[in-house]
């Protein structure tokens, strides 16, 4: 099975792992995507110019490949990339949010969405940092709406801002389809996660993203990734 060189040490014998971003595409893939943790989202797929024959489909490519499981690459400065894999066991799935870079062999793992749930894996200014640092010429997700988008679910911070967050949320929405009267409302939603209650994060150069052991954290407990060499400037393009 095809995996990529560097999600060896995490890939599975008998399962291959793939890049997916044309799935983005897919007319239904958000809703199938957030369907997960935020089910109500999958029941009401207009919101994305979806149907629910198109959340069907969407979540058959997402969550039914079990031999050859899907994946979205978040490329980050250095070489670094925050892979989303769509851990597709038949007795065991979930969503792995991971951490890969060139000069380090272990993968590390930010946050798991399972029954047996581990994270957050970012706060919010990591997110925003991560969402708007894609180096140009990478392959991956670039767009910093989608790259948004796509990390929410590995995403818990107490001390978010709840008016920026909301902004930023709805304007990312915005720019997949949701209408601009709904967006606000969708990213409350999005922004209460379901599995931890706004952790508070503890001080900085511990998190993987900016050097850190990268040790995976109860829940409860997060870290800030606003110091090192990974950590791209909010204000990057």
Known sequence: MEVPTSLTGYATPG?????????LDLPGFWPAYFGPLWDGLAREPGLFGADLADVDAAAEA????????????????????????HRNFPDDAGTDFLLTRPDRP????????????????????????????????????????????????????????????????????GAVG??????????????DHPYWNGPVWSAPGDSPLSGGSGAER????????????????????
């Open 218 to 237: 109860p829940s409860g407990t997060a870290l800030l990734s606003d110091a090192g060499p990974l950590s791209p400037s909010p204000e990057a393009p």
């Open 15 to 23: 399962h291959g792992i793939v890049p997916a971003e044309h799935q």
């Open 106 to 173: 272990e993968v590390v793992s930010l946050a798991r969405l399972d029954g047996h749930f581990g994270g957050p894996g970012l706060s919010w200014p990591d997110l925003l940092a991560v969402a708007g640092s894609a180096p140009a010429e990478a392959e991956g997700v670039r767009d910093p709406d989608l790259r948004l988008l796509l990390l929410l679910p590995a995403f818990g911070d107490a001390d978010t801002p709840v008016e920026e967050s909301v902004e930023r949320t709805a304007a990312a929405l």
């Open 178 to 191: 949701v209408p601009a009267d709904a967006a606000p409302g969708v990213a409350e939603g999005l922004l």
């Open 62 to 85: 997402l969550y039914e490949s079990t031999e050859v499981w899907p994946a979205y690459r978040i490329p980050l400065p250095g070489g670094a990339v925050l892979w989303i894999v």
